[in-house]
């Protein structure tokens, strides 16, 4: 189960803040963010096996990061690996289409899952259930909680511990994350509240991201290549495709 924290405030400087935290098998290999992809305008971090991406961001300046259900863990047989699904809705040059891209997908071909699409025009969360249509709704302004469960979903522990934590911290500045970094770090709790998971079984947190969109500046994305109390963040080099 990984976790994204968007900030929404319109009329701000640095209008949507993301930070997300990647959980996963400790030795499914993966790249950190670039453009991998021929052909494709995007930035993100590559997972080796699966052939897309946990996260990624398109020269227009919408991200999108891709998160999995409850129970749905790893892949299936005769299912469509998730990592493509930030590759096709970032397709799209604006929020609104991304949008329009994944709620057109057929949901049965992927395990269920859970996708944060955002840009200095705010941000939307799209819900797969492995039938029908995804179905998507545009996050309020404030802070939203994305784990394996709906946005802010108190059935979530992780939520219902770090959400309030988000929340009084100093909201964060494209030069000053230190706020929500902290929260990100944080390894306390039990197993299921961890939003920094201390690796079990070969499974943990293997990889942070943060990310700042404005509509009048390019983004600030930056990326620790490991957990965030042990990596440091370093800015991603946004040197996209010339096409």
């Not at 201390?198 to 600030?220: E, I, K, N, Q, Y």
């Amino acid at each position: 189960m990984c976790t994204v924290v968007v900030l929404s405030r319109p009329g701000h400087a640095w209008p949507v803040m993301l930070a997300a935290n990647r959980d996963e098998q400790q030795d499914r290999a993966w790249d950190a963010p670039a453009a991998h992809w021929p052909g494709l305008a995007l930035i993100g971090g590559r997972d080796r096996t699966g052939g897309g991406t946990w996260m990624a961001l398109n020269r227009h300046g919408v991200a999108c990061c891709v998160l999995n259900r409850p129970g749905s863990l790893g892949p299936a047989p005769g299912k469509r690996s998730r990592g493509e699904l930030p590759l096709i809705a970032l397709a799209a040059r604006s929020l609104g289409a991304a949008v329009e891209v994944a709620t057109a997908l057929p949901a049965h071909e992927w395990r269920s899952f859970n996708l944060v699409l955002a840009s200095a025009e705010g941000a939307a969360f799209v819900r797969g259930l492995g039938h029908g249509h995804p179905e998507a709704h545009f996050l309020p302004p404030g802070i939203s909680m994305v784990t394996a469960h709906d946005p802010n979903d108190a059935e979530s522990t992780r939520v219902a511990r770090h959400l309030p934590r988000f929340a009084a911290a100093p909201p964060p500045d494209a030069d000053d994350w230190r706020g929500w970094r902290a929260v990100l770090a944080d390894s306390g709790g039990g197993a299921a509240e961890q939003i920094n998971v201390a690796p079990r079984g070969g499974f943990g947190t293997v990889c942070s991201a943060l990310l700042g969109l404005r509509a009048d500046a390019p983004p600030d994305f930056r990326f620790a290549p490991g957990p965030p109390d042990a990596a440091a963040f370093a800015p991603v080099p946004l040197a996209f495709p010339p096409f």
